[in-house]
C-alpha cells in the first residue's frame, strides 16, 4: 500500500521527540506563537479532561450539539485505524490533503527544534480547526490536564471533568489526589465545570479548585442527578427532570457519561433536540463495540465479536458490569496491553465473566506485554489462560471449541486499532 504524505510527516515528527519527555506547555506555547496563536482563533470550546468516558461524553456532547444544528469541530485521541480520526471539521474526518498540509506547516515552522509528537500534532490540529467556522470545539484531553498539550485555551465555554482513577501514575502522581490534581488543572476562572461523580478525594481536590479559581462547579450527586428507569433515562437538575432514551452507547457505565453530556450540553443551553440526540445519535468505536461485519466477523461465524479498547482498572470493571448484563453465554477473552498498564488490576474483573482468556501481542507496538508475560499475570488475577501468535489465531481456536461463544477482544486501543484495521 502507498505511504499517504501525512503518514510520511508524521514519522518525520516522531524523530523530534525530546530525549527526555517532561511535562511541559513551553514547547507548545513556543511554537504556537510562531503559528500565530490559532488556539486565541477558536469557536467556543468545550474542554474534557478525566480517567474513563473521555471520548464517551465528548461523543455525546457532540452528536448533542450536531442534532440541535450546530457545526461542531472535535479533537480526540488516540487513533484507532488512521490518525485522521482525531481531527473532525464540521463533523467529518479531516481530509488527507488538509492533513498533509497542516502538518507540513507546522513541521516547516518548527524547524527541526525538539517537540513531542502530541505536541506538535496538538498544534496542527488547532491549527486546522481556527481556520474553518465552526460553532463550537470539542477538546478532549490526551494525558492529565494541567501539563497536557491542549491546555493553551484561556476561557473554554466549559470544562468537562469525567470519573478520575489509577492511570499514567509516572507522570501524573500515585493517588488518586494527586491524579485528580492534574485533570482540575483544565479548571479556569469563571468558567462553568461539569463533574462526573466522583471519588472522595478528587472531588475534594476538584472543588478546591474550582473554589479557588471562581469556576461554577455543576457536579454530579449535588447539581445533577442520572439514573435508569423503565427502560429510559433519567436525568434531574436545578430546572427539572428529563425523560429521554437510553443512551445508544452500550454499557451501564454510560448511564453516568450520558449524564454528564446532558448537564454540559445544559450549561450551553442546548435545547431539547440536543438532549435527545445525545443518547440517540453518539457514535464512539472500540467501546463494548459489535463487531458485525468484516474479515474477523466473518471467520467468528456464529459467535458474538465485541471488541473494546478499555485498559485500565475501572474500564475492566466496567466491562465486566456489562458483560454480567448479557443474556448467559459462554465468554472468551482475547487480550492484549502495553506494558506502561495496570493489565492486573484491568484483568482482575475479568475473571469473573470470562471463563478463558487468550493472551496476545498487540502487533507493531514496541511497549506491548509479550503474550507470555500477559499470561502470566491473567492466571494470576484468576483466569483459565492461555496464549496466541495472533488475535486471527486466538479467534479461530475459541471458534473451533465454542462455535456460539461471545468473544470479547480487550486491552488497548492500540490492540482495537489494529483488530479495526485486520478486520476492514
Known sequence: MTMRKSDAILEEMMALHPKFMDLTLDRMWRLLDKLGNPQDKLPPVIHIAGTNGK????AMIRAGLEAAG???HAYTSPHLARFHERIRLAGALISEDALAKVLDECRRINGGTPITYFEITTCAALLAMSREPADYILLEVGLGGRLDATNVIARPAVTVITPVSMDHEAYLGDTVAKIA????????????CVVSQQADMAMEVIEAKADRLGAPLIANGQHWHVWKEHGRLVFQDEYGLRDLPLPVLPGAHQIQNAGTAIAALRVLDAGDAAYEGAMRDAVWPARMMRLREGALAELAGNAELWLDGGHNPAAGQAIAEHLATL?????????????????SGFLKPLSRVADSLTAVAIPGEANSLSAEALAEMAVESGHDTTTASSVRDALRRIVAEAPDARILICGSLYLAGAVLRENG
Open 181 to 192: 490534581a492534574e485533570k482540575a488543572g483544565i479548571i479556569k476562572r469563571g468558567v462553568p
Open 327 to 343: 443474556p448467559a453465554r459462554p465468554t472468551h477473552a482475547i487480550c492484549g496491553m502495553l506494558n506502561t498498564k495496570d493489565a
Open 55 to 58: 471520548g464517551s461524553t465528548l
Open 70 to 72: 450546530h457545526i461542531c
